[in-house]
């Protein structure tokens, strides 16, 4: 089992910063990439962004140039840094963990509120 847990979410007004935090412990060495996704109100839960073990980095096109994905192997945790956000952005954001092994599900965290409003 692999446990996620999110921090840093909060208020911010439009173009500004926040930074999420991701802290896995557990069955480290079963997963193989880490991610965000997040869910506004009334819509479907999206990739924001994603990371692999080897540090292969893929973004959502909505965020791509603002939003930037990181890991620190050393402390099992993954960052989301957030630049010029917009209303838009406003969703809980999900941490995610995909398993090495084919077939099964991944592990969420509980997810953190960002709200975006002036």
């Known amino acids: 089992q692999v446990q996620l847990v999110e921090s840093g979410g909060g208020l911010v007004q439009p173009g500004g910063s926040l930074t999420l935090s991701c802290a896995a412990s557990?069955?480290?060495?079963?997963?193989?990439?880490m991610g965000w996704y997040r869910q506004a109100p009334g819509k479907q839960r999206e990739l924001v962004a994603t990371i692999t073990n080897g540090g292969i980095i893929n973004y959502a096109d909505s965020v791509k140039g603002r939003f930037t994905i990181s890991r620190d192997n050393a402390k099992n945790t993954a960052y989301l840094q957030m630049n010029s956000l917009k209303p838009d952005d406003s969703a809980v954001y999900h941490c995610?963990?995909?398993?090495?092994?084919?077939?099964?599900?991944?592990?969420w965290g509980q997810g953190t509120q960002v709200t975006v409003s002036s």
């Open positions: 995610n963990a995909e398993r090495r092994r084919v077939g099964l599900p991944p592990y």
């Open positions: 557990g069955n480290i060495l079963s997963i193989y990439a």
